[in-house]
């Protein structure tokens, strides 16, 4: 059964690159638009073998939605990787803080995104 | 995917950046307004952390300062003024203008250039980051290495690896477990996990990690590679990774067990020596002392053993070993089994002449060929698990084709054979697991109606008996019909239907000729031949194949096959002139006949605590002369049935160089080949299995009962 | 076994990863808290994470510490093996049950 993943990035540019490449090797993605929204899509009956999600963004941060989404049991341990840039230092700790498995340092190439993917999701 | 997704980022960054001009100009009337500075932030990081994604490195890089300095702003590092705003506004005309040109060239202009440097500036200007010493280190980009290739021999490098994750590892989506693929990915692992900390259930988290590691890791990637696979785990858990010497294959041996000890900072020097005095085991007075945990004891093992292993491989590279056609090593074993024979011979002779300098010469060639034999034996003896994999393949194929679950398993793939042998039981193994896959196991849906998984299961094996090595292929079936199989055998004509036969019997009918009960001819395997090849190829082999079957629960197929067809290791027995040879294998003890014994008329000896059969191998082979007084009995387990053989006289172990029997003899029941003894003389080698088979039904029963 | 005690032979299926730790250690406990033999059949499972794992030792240990034993039945699928191989828990399977648990380091010891 394929793979799906929940890709969280207020950039729509971004998400959909994303997407793209994760749908070329077979895995299947729900997109959203801020943390909320991803919250929403948690809400679902949906179950995600992964969720990518940026770390900025309007309504609700990246840092947030992860804090809020340990809270649900279906998505206790699932694997959350966090997008970051290289000036996020604090970001990413943050993130793990708050229970990320690991981040996704922009930009990527698709190559590495799909390595980072694998390592966690696979 | 830049091309792609190129449009949509521009028309995103449009939109973001008029948005940001109305945020700037916002900000403008009031400074303070924090919530402003954020969302200017966002705007130029999302522009940022887009740009370079897409073929915009340009704009990338002209960002940076700007964002820099955004973000002090916003942590209250930095104040929001007139300037600051004057100037962003001309950074956004200047990121749409790089955006919306998409000029690749690495020149900035002018403005450009300027603008950057006035951002530089003003970030230098910014408070430092507070909290300096509890920064954390910048993020590192994960890179997941591919194992390395068999390049031309690569250093290689050996890693130990200390890993405790943190307590709380799982509450980050971490799939601790899947690090260690990962590493074992990178070259050859050896982990030990040390369970120590493990408390039992009432004191347990199930939610918390206990275990941590002592691996070690041989491979040619770099240290950078093997930290990698640790890099989302390494901030939070002790991780310790330290390489250890480079193994260049001629160093000075393994290392012993003590340094490693010392080394890892397990134990210290002092106790060290304090332990090597006493004359144990270092290991077993380590942990007795308490000076080691169990666990660290076997991690340190593990690192020898890892190590020694590592060291061998890489001294039997690519350039040790040579290639030799299988023709030259055959004569080389031909003229090494001569060489026995002749051995034999020097050694009766010597003790003839009874000159002790001879006999001490004698002796020790003896210990010399018998070394080369080995030697040149084992030159010839393979794994069978090569031939294994290549039934993965067929199981894989056949199972989809018959729309079957099938798993293979295979146990003892490591068994030696003679290579000869394993190249000739490649078709009868095809045959028998087709045969498997396409009669014994049912459909997915009828074994889940009769309550299994599923999934079927056929099991390969190879091990060791003696002489001989006992491959079986067992499946989790349905088990042979043995209605189905007489009735098919009636109706081909090879058994008359008043004819009773017991199961075991039965079963032997799959192995003649031309028989096949599939209801459906399929491509898999009903043909009609099959496995009266499998038969008769086994017994050229010199070895026997039986069935084993349970209705429901599956069925097996034994073969039992003589390691090497060269030399054997042999009992020699004499009846009346002339010598036998009795396959040591097969030999279970030697006792004293008495007359009672043998002519008692039941042609039953008390054996232990049973009755078996015997055969007087005098009147079996019709050797003239009277039977002298005081003869042997030997007894054989053949199958797990033991006889005895009678014979006049034993005398001792004789390594054996099969020879093929000549034309005359070729269709002799009971000898399966011939071998020229130490004088000069020849023996005949008896084959127990037909002997065995020899021995009436009634005195079988006789025997049970 | 203790006088009165009925050994408990659990099945366990499928794969047992952290998500259903809680699940697997509550079960555990309770089968443990009525009698300290209990076995456990391992063929139905496709897969123990590292949670999994430990919640075997601790069964184990309690067990053990209680005069009972916990035994591993059945066999050891070859997937449930192979995830353990690197780990250092587990050669490759399939093993039967039984030779999988005297291949894991250390299993059916008292913790301290």
Redesign the interface.
Known sequence: MAKSILIIDDSAAIRQSISYILQQEGYATVEAGDGLEGLQKLDDAANFDCIITDVNMPNMDGITFIRKAREIPKFKFVPILVLTTESQGTKMNEGKEAGATGWIVKPFSADKLLAVVKKVAE | MNEKFKETFREEAEELLGHLEDILLELEERPGDLELVNAAFRAIHTIKGSAGMFGFEKAGRFTHDLESVLDACRSGRKDVDKHLIDLSLRARDKIKALIAEDDSSAQFDAEALALMEEFRDSAAEAKPVEQRIEEPPAPKSATVKEAPRAKTKEALRSYRIHFEPARDVFHNGTRVLKLFDELAALGQLSSIPDVSRVPPLESLDPESCYVSWNSILTTSADIDAVKDVFIFVESDSKLRIDQLDTIDGDDSGPRKLGEILVDRGVVKPEDLGEALRSQRRLGEVLVERKVVTDSELQSALVEQAHLKQAQERQSEGPSSSIRVSSDKLDQLVDLVGELVTMQARLLRTSTDIADTGLSSIAEQLDRLVAQLRDNAMSMRMLPIGSTFNKFRRVVRDLSSELGKDVDLVTVGAETELDKTVIERLNDPLVHIIRNSLDHGLESPADRTAAGKPSTGTVRLAAEHSGANVVISVSDDGRGMNLTAIKAKAVERGILSPQDQLSEADALMLIFRPGFSTAQNVTSVSGRGVGMDVVKREIDSLGGSVSVESKAGAGSSIVLKIPLTLAIIEGLLIRVADEYFVLPLSVVEACMEATSSDTSNGTHLVRYRDDMIPFIDLKEYFAVPGAAPDGRQIVVVNVHDNRIGLVVDAVIGDNQTVIKPLGRMFRDAVGLSGATILGDGRVALIVDCMKIADSIPEREQKARAS | MQPGSIKKTISLAGSY???R??E??RE??EA?AHSPDLELDI??VVEF???A???L???A??AA?HGGSLKLVGTAQ?SLCD???????APTG?LSAGEFAARL???GK???
């Open positions: 990863t952290i998500d730790a809680g697997l250690a555990l406990s443990l063929s139905g994470g590292l949670s794992l430990q919640i030792y601790a069964a240990s309690s510490s070859a995830n353990l191989v690197a780990s250092g828990f399939p380091p250390g299993f008292v913790a301290q």
